[in-house]
T-cell receptor, first 113, second 113 residues
Framework: AQSVTQPDIHITVSEGASLELRCNYS??????LFWYVQSPGQGLQLLLK??????LVQGIKGFEAEFKRSQSSFNLRKPSVHWSDAAEYFC???????????FGPGTSLSVIP | KAGVTQTPRYLIKTRGQQVTLSCSPI?????VSWYQQTPGQGLQFLFE???????NKGNFPGRFSGRQFSNSRSEMNVSTLELGDSALYLC????????????FGPGTRLLVL
Protein backbone atom coordinates (compact mmCIF):
# COMPACT_ATOMS: atom_id res chain seq x y z
CA ALA A 1 0.00 0.00 0.00
CA GLN A 2 1.10 3.51 -0.70
CA SER A 3 2.00 5.78 2.18
CA VAL A 4 3.64 9.13 2.73
CA THR A 5 5.56 10.32 5.77
CA GLN A 6 6.59 13.83 6.60
CA PRO A 7 8.96 13.48 9.55
CA ASP A 8 8.72 17.10 10.68
CA ILE A 9 5.40 18.14 12.17
CA HIS A 10 6.49 21.74 12.62
CA ILE A 11 9.47 23.76 11.39
CA THR A 12 10.47 27.32 12.22
CA VAL A 13 12.89 29.25 10.04
CA SER A 14 14.04 32.85 9.88
CA GLU A 15 13.03 34.98 6.95
CA GLY A 16 15.74 34.80 4.29
CA ALA A 17 17.01 31.42 5.46
CA SER A 18 16.91 28.34 3.28
CA LEU A 19 14.25 25.70 3.73
CA GLU A 20 14.02 21.96 3.21
CA LEU A 21 10.88 19.98 4.01
CA ARG A 22 11.24 16.24 4.03
CA CYS A 23 8.94 13.71 2.40
CA ASN A 24 9.35 9.96 2.20
CA TYR A 25 6.99 7.66 0.36
CA SER A 26 6.32 3.98 0.16
CA UNK A 27 5.33 2.67 -3.25
CA UNK A 28 6.56 -0.22 -5.38
CA UNK A 29 6.71 1.39 -8.80
CA UNK A 30 7.68 4.85 -9.97
CA UNK A 31 5.28 7.15 -8.20
CA UNK A 32 3.65 10.37 -9.20
CA LEU A 33 4.60 12.89 -6.50
CA PHE A 34 3.10 16.20 -5.49
CA TRP A 35 3.62 19.01 -3.04
CA TYR A 36 0.72 21.19 -1.94
CA VAL A 37 0.62 24.29 0.25
CA GLN A 38 -2.31 25.44 2.34
CA SER A 39 -2.55 28.88 3.88
CA PRO A 40 -5.53 30.68 5.38
CA GLY A 41 -5.53 33.37 2.74
CA GLN A 42 -4.89 31.28 -0.35
CA GLY A 43 -6.46 27.93 0.42
CA LEU A 44 -4.88 24.78 -0.98
CA GLN A 45 -2.55 25.10 -3.97
CA LEU A 46 -0.55 22.65 -6.04
CA LEU A 47 3.09 23.76 -5.68
CA LEU A 48 4.74 21.27 -7.98
CA LYS A 49 4.62 17.70 -9.22
CA UNK A 50 6.93 14.98 -10.49
CA UNK A 51 5.62 12.67 -13.17
CA UNK A 52 8.79 11.50 -14.94
CA UNK A 53 12.02 12.76 -16.47
CA UNK A 54 14.23 15.29 -14.73
CA UNK A 55 14.35 14.48 -11.03
CA LEU A 56 14.63 18.14 -10.04
CA VAL A 57 11.33 19.90 -10.59
CA GLN A 58 10.51 23.56 -10.31
CA GLY A 59 7.27 24.87 -8.94
CA ILE A 60 5.50 28.09 -8.16
CA LYS A 61 6.61 30.63 -5.55
CA GLY A 62 10.30 29.75 -6.06
CA PHE A 63 10.04 26.20 -4.71
CA GLU A 64 11.76 23.15 -6.10
CA ALA A 65 11.78 19.46 -5.19
CA GLU A 66 14.10 16.60 -5.94
CA PHE A 67 12.99 13.01 -6.50
CA LYS A 68 15.49 10.49 -5.16
CA ARG A 69 14.41 6.97 -5.98
CA SER A 70 17.17 5.35 -3.91
CA GLN A 71 15.99 7.17 -0.80
CA SER A 72 12.25 7.09 -1.61
CA SER A 73 12.24 10.81 -0.98
CA PHE A 74 10.80 13.92 -2.57
CA ASN A 75 12.09 16.82 -0.48
CA LEU A 76 10.89 20.37 -1.03
CA ARG A 77 13.39 23.22 -1.00
CA LYS A 78 13.49 26.99 -1.22
CA PRO A 79 16.73 29.00 -1.08
CA SER A 80 15.30 32.03 0.72
CA VAL A 81 12.07 31.92 2.69
CA HIS A 82 9.64 34.84 2.76
CA TRP A 83 7.22 35.58 5.59
CA SER A 84 4.36 34.76 3.23
CA ASP A 85 5.61 31.16 2.96
CA ALA A 86 4.28 30.42 6.45
CA ALA A 87 1.70 27.70 5.81
CA GLU A 88 0.99 23.98 5.97
CA TYR A 89 2.79 21.86 3.38
CA PHE A 90 1.56 18.47 2.21
CA CYS A 91 3.43 15.86 0.22
CA UNK A 92 1.36 13.35 -1.76
CA UNK A 93 1.80 10.25 -3.92
CA UNK A 94 -0.32 8.55 -6.58
CA UNK A 95 0.03 5.69 -9.03
CA UNK A 96 -0.84 7.86 -12.01
CA UNK A 97 -1.45 11.55 -12.57
CA UNK A 98 -5.17 11.07 -11.96
CA UNK A 99 -5.30 8.10 -9.57
CA UNK A 100 -6.41 8.47 -5.98
CA UNK A 101 -3.79 10.44 -4.15
CA UNK A 102 -2.41 9.67 -0.69
CA PHE A 103 -1.41 12.69 1.38
CA GLY A 104 1.20 12.96 4.09
CA PRO A 105 0.25 14.40 7.49
CA GLY A 106 1.67 17.80 6.65
CA THR A 107 4.45 20.04 7.95
CA SER A 108 3.57 23.38 9.48
CA LEU A 109 6.04 26.11 8.61
CA SER A 110 6.49 29.21 10.73
CA VAL A 111 8.67 32.09 9.54
CA ILE A 112 10.38 34.43 12.03
CA PRO A 113 10.85 38.00 10.78
CA LYS B 1 -11.52 33.51 -15.45
CA ALA B 2 -13.46 32.87 -12.29
CA GLY B 3 -11.91 30.38 -9.92
CA VAL B 4 -13.38 27.21 -8.50
CA THR B 5 -16.52 27.93 -6.54
CA GLN B 6 -18.05 25.78 -3.84
CA THR B 7 -21.46 26.18 -2.30
CA PRO B 8 -22.44 26.44 0.41
CA ARG B 9 -19.37 27.66 2.25
CA TYR B 10 -20.64 26.66 5.67
CA LEU B 11 -23.22 24.12 6.70
CA ILE B 12 -24.59 22.76 9.95
CA LYS B 13 -26.47 19.48 9.93
CA THR B 14 -27.57 16.94 12.51
CA ARG B 15 -26.75 13.25 12.64
CA GLY B 16 -28.81 11.14 10.28
CA GLN B 17 -29.48 13.93 7.82
CA GLN B 18 -28.05 14.04 4.35
CA VAL B 19 -26.17 16.83 2.63
CA THR B 20 -25.31 17.85 -0.93
CA LEU B 21 -22.29 19.99 -1.71
CA SER B 22 -21.69 21.67 -5.03
CA CYS B 23 -18.53 22.50 -6.95
CA SER B 24 -18.29 24.60 -10.10
CA PRO B 25 -14.93 24.18 -11.83
CA ILE B 26 -13.04 26.77 -13.79
CA UNK B 27 -14.62 27.29 -17.18
CA UNK B 28 -13.31 24.75 -19.66
CA UNK B 29 -12.03 22.36 -17.01
CA UNK B 30 -13.39 18.83 -17.34
CA UNK B 31 -11.90 17.12 -14.29
CA VAL B 32 -13.19 17.60 -10.75
CA SER B 33 -11.86 15.89 -7.66
CA TRP B 34 -13.09 15.98 -4.07
CA TYR B 35 -11.19 15.80 -0.80
CA GLN B 36 -12.04 15.64 2.89
CA GLN B 37 -9.88 17.37 5.48
CA THR B 38 -10.19 16.71 9.21
CA PRO B 39 -7.82 17.36 12.12
CA GLY B 40 -7.64 13.65 12.89
CA GLN B 41 -7.37 12.06 9.45
CA GLY B 42 -5.80 14.93 7.54
CA LEU B 43 -6.39 15.29 3.83
CA GLN B 44 -8.09 12.34 2.15
CA PHE B 45 -9.07 11.77 -1.45
CA LEU B 46 -12.78 11.17 -1.98
CA PHE B 47 -13.35 10.79 -5.71
CA GLU B 48 -12.49 12.15 -9.13
CA UNK B 49 -14.64 12.77 -12.18
CA UNK B 50 -13.70 13.38 -15.77
CA UNK B 51 -16.30 14.03 -18.44
CA UNK B 52 -19.12 12.82 -16.19
CA UNK B 53 -17.37 9.53 -15.34
CA UNK B 54 -16.08 8.64 -11.91
CA UNK B 55 -12.59 7.36 -12.47
CA ASN B 56 -11.38 6.87 -8.94
CA LYS B 57 -12.79 6.67 -5.46
CA GLY B 58 -11.03 6.79 -2.12
CA ASN B 59 -11.64 4.56 0.86
CA PHE B 60 -14.92 5.98 2.02
CA PRO B 61 -18.19 4.20 2.78
CA GLY B 62 -21.03 4.10 0.31
CA ARG B 63 -22.72 6.96 2.15
CA PHE B 64 -20.40 9.21 0.19
CA SER B 65 -21.37 9.60 -3.44
CA GLY B 66 -20.95 12.10 -6.19
CA ARG B 67 -21.66 12.93 -9.76
CA GLN B 68 -20.60 15.26 -12.50
CA PHE B 69 -22.90 16.98 -14.93
CA SER B 70 -22.43 17.69 -18.61
CA ASN B 71 -21.32 21.25 -17.81
CA SER B 72 -18.58 19.77 -15.56
CA ARG B 73 -20.21 20.99 -12.36
CA SER B 74 -20.04 18.37 -9.67
CA GLU B 75 -21.96 17.49 -6.57
CA MET B 76 -21.14 15.22 -3.70
CA ASN B 77 -23.69 13.76 -1.37
CA VAL B 78 -23.32 12.33 2.11
CA SER B 79 -26.26 10.39 3.44
CA THR B 80 -26.97 9.44 7.04
CA LEU B 81 -24.50 11.93 8.43
CA GLU B 82 -22.27 10.95 11.33
CA LEU B 83 -20.39 13.21 13.74
CA GLY B 84 -17.14 12.11 12.11
CA ASP B 85 -18.25 13.59 8.79
CA SER B 86 -17.60 17.06 10.19
CA ALA B 87 -14.83 18.33 7.96
CA LEU B 88 -13.68 20.77 5.34
CA TYR B 89 -14.65 19.42 1.92
CA LEU B 90 -12.48 20.68 -0.90
CA CYS B 91 -12.92 20.31 -4.60
CA UNK B 92 -10.36 20.93 -7.31
CA UNK B 93 -10.60 21.30 -11.04
CA UNK B 94 -8.13 20.43 -13.76
CA UNK B 95 -8.18 21.24 -17.42
CA UNK B 96 -6.90 17.82 -18.42
CA UNK B 97 -7.48 14.30 -17.21
CA UNK B 98 -4.48 14.43 -14.90
CA UNK B 99 -3.15 16.80 -12.28
CA UNK B 100 -0.96 18.72 -14.70
CA UNK B 101 -2.53 21.78 -13.18
CA UNK B 102 -4.98 21.75 -10.36
CA UNK B 103 -6.96 24.56 -8.79
CA PHE B 104 -8.80 24.25 -5.50
CA GLY B 105 -11.94 25.89 -4.30
CA PRO B 106 -12.25 27.53 -0.87
CA GLY B 107 -14.04 24.50 0.55
CA THR B 108 -17.30 23.80 2.32
CA ARG B 109 -17.04 23.51 6.07
CA LEU B 110 -19.56 20.98 7.34
CA LEU B 111 -20.43 20.64 11.00
CA VAL B 112 -22.50 17.66 12.07
CA LEU B 113 -24.19 17.95 15.48
Amino acid sequence: AQSVTQPDIHITVSEGASLELRCNYSYGATPYLFWYVQSPGQGLQLLLKYFSGDTLVQGIKGFEAEFKRSQSSFNLRKPSVHWSDAAEYFCAVAKTSYDKVIFGPGTSLSVIP
Amino acid sequence: KAGVTQTPRYLIKTRGQQVTLSCSPISGHRSVSWYQQTPGQGLQFLFEYFSETQRNKGNFPGRFSGRQFSNSRSEMNVSTLELGDSALYLCASSATSGRETQYFGPGTRLLVL
